[in-house]
């Protein structure tokens, strides 16, 4: 466990670290899903996060005037992390990822590889190669993959910047289902740790948070919750609960009673 | 007497384009109403920097890729 508590300690005041840029926020929050952009840009300020995921497409050829993410969200406010969804080999991360960097120049990138339906899971033969190909390529990759401690300390030691292990499958608000997995990756991870995918609720991440990751990346929950801004406002504090509790740290579980009260004193 | 211009024809994001022979990128993104600081531009699977948008003159068939940020996860 030594390695979670200096790594609490070190994480203390500053908030994170990843690829040498400070975030007080340890909340990451996707821009998909949303129901328009006034919300998107709204549920996110109130989030309190200062990363956001963000996808490239092709721009509409036949509506011109339809509204763009960056005049909602604005880039120079947030770090934009610009997202692989969408591509299922090496190359095409790769060209995606240079298009976004031409687009925005952002080295600092998530790389997602993702398998078929229903699943969605990490293909993690995919993401290794395209981790290299992007590293090789002067991004730095932080990368979306299986709950799989072995894979995990590979990408890193093959340089990603930051290991982003799913706690369910993406969209499915199932929390943290995984959490030996979890908190092993984290154990043995000299890289930020992040639980991406499968939150589903306050609650989830600070689960999340208590287990000992740097960060959390939240997107559906608060995008398809009832009110999305209420829930990032929870998100917010949700995260910031779990990570003061890991670093307060818990009390141990017993199977046995122990009274809160003293027990001498008694009237008689 | 009118001159005809000859036009030439792109694929832009995957649809046909017909644009006058000699228009360069700038051209073509100021055609669409597009703003370049917000995009990406790959002129047949190479990507075109933003400095070179002037002197990038499209030829008959090229295929472009206009890209831009919108949201995701």
């Given at each position: 466990m030594d390695g979670i508590t200096q790594k609490a300690h070190a994480g203390d005041l500053g908030g994170w670290t990843v690829a040498g840029r400070n975030f007080a926020s340890r909340l990451v929050v996707g821009t998909g899903?949303?129901?328009?952009?006034?919300?998107?840009?709204?549920?996110?300020?109130?989030?309190?996060?200062?990363?956001?995921?963000?996808?490239?497409?092709?721009?509409?050829?036949h509506d011109r005037n339809?509204?763009?993410?960056?005049?909602?969200?604005?880039?120079?406010?947030?770090?934009?992390?610009?997202n692989t969804a969408g591509c299922f080999t090496a190359d095409e991360a790769v060209r995606t990822l240079r298009l976004a960097r031409e687009a925005g120049g952002w080295n600092l990138v998530k790389l997602e590889?993702?398998?078929?339906?229903?699943?969605?899971?990490?293909?993690?033969?995919?993401?290794?190669?395209?981790?290299?190909a992007l590293i090789k390529d002067g991004f730095e990759v932080m990368v979306y993959c299986a709950d799989d401690p072995v894979?995990?300390?590979?990408?890193?030691?093959?340089?990603?910047?930051?290991?982003?292990?799913?706690?369910?499958?993406?969209?499915?608000?199932?929390?943290?289902?995984?959490?030996?997995?979890?908190q092993t990756i984290i154990e043995n991870a000299?890289?930020?740790?992040?639980?991406?995918?499968?939150?589903?609720?306050?609650?989830?991440?600070?689960?999340?948070?208590?287990l000992g990751c740097d960060a959390v990346l939240v997107n559906s929950a608060i995008a398809m919750a009832d009110d999305p801004v209420k829930m990032a406002v929870a998100m917010k504090h949700g995260v910031i609960a779990g990570r003061l509790a890991f670093?307060?740290?818990?009390?141990?579980?017993k199977s046995s009673a122990s009274a809160s009260s003293p027990m001498t004193g008694l009237i008689r | 007497m009118s001159q005809t211009i000859e036009q030439i024809t792109l694929s832009?994001?995957?649809?046909?384009?017909?644009?006058?022979?000699?228009?360069s990128l700038t051209g073509l993104v100021a055609l669409m109403e597009l703003d370049t600081r917000k995009l990406?531009?790959?002129?047949?699977?190479?990507?075109?920097?933003?400095?070179?948008?002037?002197?990038?003159?499209?030829?008959?068939?090229?295929?472009?890729?206009?890209?831009?940020f919108v949201g995701g996860g």
């Open positions: 899903k949303y129901k328009d952009l006034e919300t998107t840009a709204e549920a996110i300020a109130q989030s309190g996060a200062e990363m956001v995921t963000v996808a490239l497409r092709r721009v509409n050829v339809a509204p763009m993410l960056q005049d909602f969200v604005d880039p120079k406010r947030y770090t934009y992390l610009p590889v993702l398998g078929p339906p229903p699943t969605l899971y990490p293909d993690m033969a995919a993401t290794l190669l395209a981790a290299e894979a995990a300390k590979r990408l890193e030691d093959m340089g990603c910047v930051a290991i982003m292990p799913l706690g369910a499958p993406i969209g499915s608000g199932l929390g943290v289902q995984n959490p030996v997995m979890i000299k890289v930020p740790v992040l639980v991406d995918a499968g939150v589903g609720t306050a609650w989830d991440a600070a689960y999340a948070m208590e670093e307060a740290g818990r009390i141990p579980r | 832009v994001n995957g649809e046909s384009m017909q644009v006058p022979a000699g228009t990406a531009v790959e002129r047949n699977l190479e990507i075109v920097p933003r400095s070179q948008y002037g002197a990038t003159v499209l030829q008959h068939g090229d295929a472009l890729e206009i890209v831009h």
